[in-house]
């Protein structure tokens, strides 16, 4: 079988279909290009056909290439990669242009057979560039679907002619957000940006791309770059108008990527050179910056992490081999922010849903929570208002521990406190069935610990959601001493079943986003306690890809649980504990009553909008700022191996057990940069050896916390990297 089919009908037109085998959406790979190759070939020769439609059997057109054959370009290239990827890239270049020139004669542009590309749903990536080779691109009126060149979002960006073919259609300034962003489109969106040319009912898709194949004249087979006297929309660079655009779209891209993303950086790139010269040779700039950035361990290290990794993860590369563990009813004790937004995205996805709290009016107002994110995609039309009430409708918002007869999970999310949370798993199990699954949401409190509580302790999991949980893509699964496996599947069916990614790790202090996150700030404050700018700690960080500096960070979380966070840890840890000089800062902060961004006051000054208003004058007098500042480079270091020392010794020490979950996890859970891959892809980047280098540096001047772990000396004695060491099983990758 292949994945495109061939058949011609009785009024002559071609019709290829997409149908990639064994898969619910259609991919496209190396083989895949060339059957499509050979079935235009066949069109072309044929004298008798009319011309071709291009669509899809699936109810999407493409979601993309697959990224595994691109890695495999590279693989196949021996010591030359580079060469073959370019090569491999021109190769694609060659079938899509003889797509977009269909046989007419060079000179007169006349000749040629129409070529319509007839998308049913979503159409992402080379699902898009090859539509854009078509000389029409007609969709159906899906509002599910979702039309676009997301690349830009996992390290690379569109290689395969997207980019040229798309600026010389829109124009650099109207093609930006759908390249340097990966914007997605409705059908209609997508036609409004001129994107697409049609969108016509579902039924009526192919009915039409067949009546505008018969009735297509020469001229509607040209592109406008392919024309005479063409300029390009908006300007090329040295057009007044375009000159600004370019100049722009530099300070904007650096702006926002802080020049530590390739792929942003080679598109434009791209755009601009090929911009300066005719269609076909700005195609090899495009192909050339595109082998670029796939050559740059950047890009690889996120294509791993953010597409191949995370696919697996979310496929369930770590699930116990239990039977199918869907949630078909779900409890969801504590009705605060975290419990109304599980509850949301529980029943956004079509699970029964109980939510108790202590008192009716709390709990009506948790499912409140609901109705707000529904109605605010109402306003921006992407809800309706049957779909409101459907979602609405599943759940329940009681004060009565009864209604949870039938739950085949609870998802216990009250205050951090054992006792409390201690009382409510008992009363919960009183009245669930002896089969049904209890999930507690903390952030710090030891599963074990907590399942004491339980007469079922190997029912019993840690499900930790990050705030706000609609928008959170990472959901932290952890396993206590006594959980069995089928409460993790379980966990982990859940998990798939709300959409998000997960990771499952071995019950420790902090699991494993908090163990990372939270020195990272501690750095950051134990810096401004030394005298270093706070606005060189916040900026160092940023300009190392961090979403956010520590300061900021702990602003949004708020100070007062940094506060709380720290008593409970130096209770547990006693002598033992290693942070009194950031609590000195941080109990300070609190005490003047700025407990962050939800106080109007913290690190950072806010309006009375609550926008941030700069750093907080009076930093600077609490904690004064010393005359000689260290380099950017060192304030880096100490921000970076914070976070990623931890990670590797939650790798040692076991509560880590795949080390993609490590790299997936960080990117996801808190944002670490992402343009590394995460923090175990950034070691392998930097090499094992220099890693411990910059350690033993910082360590000799900054105490011990910077220890290098003997797993990463090890490492760094017998040259090995993390994703060798540890590399996946193939079959689960």
């Not at 998308?119 to 699902?127: E, K, Y």
């Not at 992490?305 to 199918?324: H, M, Q, T, V, Y």
Request: hydrophobic letters at 45%.
């Amino acid at each position: 079988m292949t994945d495109f089919t061939y058949a011609v009908d009785a009024d002559a037109v071609a019709t290829i279909t997409w149908d990639t085998v064994g898969k619910s959406m259609n991919v496209m790979t190396q083989e895949a290009f060339m059957t499509l190759n050979d079935m235009v070939d066949t069109a072309l020769a044929d004298a008798n056909v009319k011309g071709i439609i291009i669509t899809s059997a699936k109810k999407d057109f493409a979601g993309g290439m697959d990224l595994n054959a691109i890695a495999k370009m590279k693989e196949d290239g021996g010591d030359n990669p580079a060469k073959a990827v370019f090569e491999g890239v021109m190769g694609m270049h060659t079938i899509l242009r003889k797509i977009e020139r269909a046989g007419m004669d060079p000179k007169t542009l006349k000749g040629g057979k129409p070529i319509v590309a007839a998308l049913p749903g979503t159409a992402l990536g080379i699902g898009l560039e090859l539509p854009l080779a078509c000389h029409r691109i007609i969709a159906a009126d899906n509002p599910k679907a979702k039309i676009g060149l997301p690349e830009i979002m996992v390290g690379i960006f569109p290689g395969a002619g997207g980019t040229t073919r798309l600026v010389r259609k829109m124009g650099a300034m109207m093609a930006a957000p759908f390249l340097l962003e990966g914007k997605l489109s409705t059908p209609k969106a997508a036609k409004a940006a001129s994107i697409v040319d049609e969108v016509v009912a579902p039924e009526d898709l192919l009915t039409r791309a067949k009546e505008w194949v018969l009735g297509a004249k020469d001229a509607d087979l040209v592109k406008p770059w392919d024309a005479k006297g063409y300029k390009m929309p908006g300007g090329a660079p040295y057009h007044p108008a375009g000159f600004m655009t370019f100049v722009g779209a530099s300070a904007m891209v650096h702006g926002k990527t802080m020049g530590v993303y390739p792929a942003a950086k080679a598109l434009l790139s791209a755009v601009y050179e090929g911009a300066l010269v005719p269609f076909d040779t700005a195609l090899k700039i495009e192909a050339r910056w595109f082998t670029n950035v796939l050559m740059n361990p950047s890009s690889s290290a996120m294509i791993r992490s953010l597409f191949i990794n995370k696919e697996a993860l979310e496929k369930g590369a770590n699930r116990p081999a239990e039977p199918d563990q869907r949630v078909q009813k779900v409890g969801i004790i504590g009705a605060g922010m975290m419990g109304a937004g599980i509850a949301y995205v529980s029943a956004n996805a079509g699970i029964e849903v109980v939510l108790i709290d202590a008192a009716q009016e709390a709990a009506d107002r948790g499912k409140s929570y609901s109705e707000g994110i529904l109605d605010k995609g109402i306003s921006r039309k992407k809800v309706t208002e049957a779909k409101k009430a459907e979602v609405l409708a599943r759940i329940t918002a009681t004060t009565d521990y009864a209604a949870l007869a039938g739950c085949d999970l609870i998802v216990e999310a009250v205050f951090e406190d054992m006792k409390v949370k201690a009382e409510v798993t008992k009363k919960v199990e009183a009245v669930v069935g002896a089969d049904c699954i209890f999930a507690t949401n903390t952030s710090t409190l030891p599963i074990t610990d907590l399942a004491h509580a339980s007469a079922r302790p190997e029912q019993f999991i840690g499900i930790h959601f990050f705030s706000p949980v609609d928008k959170m893509l990472l959901v932290e699964i952890i396993r206590g001493k006594a959980t069995g496996d089928r409460a993790v599947a379980k966990a982990l069916d859940f998990v798939r079943q709300i959409r998000k990614t997960p990771i499952v790790v071995n019950d420790a202090r902090f699991f494993y986003a908090n163990r990372c996150i939270i020195p990272y700030i501690n750095e950051g404050i134990r810096m401004v306690a030394e005298g270093v700018e706070p606005v060189l700690v916040e900026n160092a960080a940023k300009l190392v890809g961090m979403p956010l500096g520590p300061l900021q960070l702990v602003d949004e979380t708020s100070i007062d649980l940094g506060v709380k966070i720290a008593k409970a840890t130096k209770l547990a840890m006693g002598d033992a504990y290693p942070d009194g000089a950031v609590d000195t800062v941080l109990f300070a902060m609190a005490n003047e009553g700025r407990l962050g961004k939800k106080a109007g006051a913290g690190f950072y000054a806010y309006d009375e909008k609550g926008k941030r208003a700069g750093l907080w004058d009076g930093l600077a007098t609490a904690y004064p700022v010393a005359d000689a500042q260290p380099e950017l480079t060192e304030v880096q270091h100490r921000l970076l191996m914070a976070q990623v020392l931890e990670a590797v010794r939650a790798l040692e020490d076991g509560v880590l057990m795949d080390i993609r979950e490590g790299d997936v996890g960080a990117i996801l859970g808190w944002g670490f940069a992402p343009w590394s891959g995460g923090p175990l892809s950034w070691l392998d980047m930097i090499g094992a050896a220099r890693a411990v280098a910059i350690c033993d540096d910082l360590t000799a001047r900054f105490g011990d916390r910077f220890k290098a772990p003997a797993l990463l000396r090890d490492m760094a004695a017998k040259g090995e990297s993390f994703y060798t060491r540890f590399a996946p099983k193939k079959h689960a990758a």
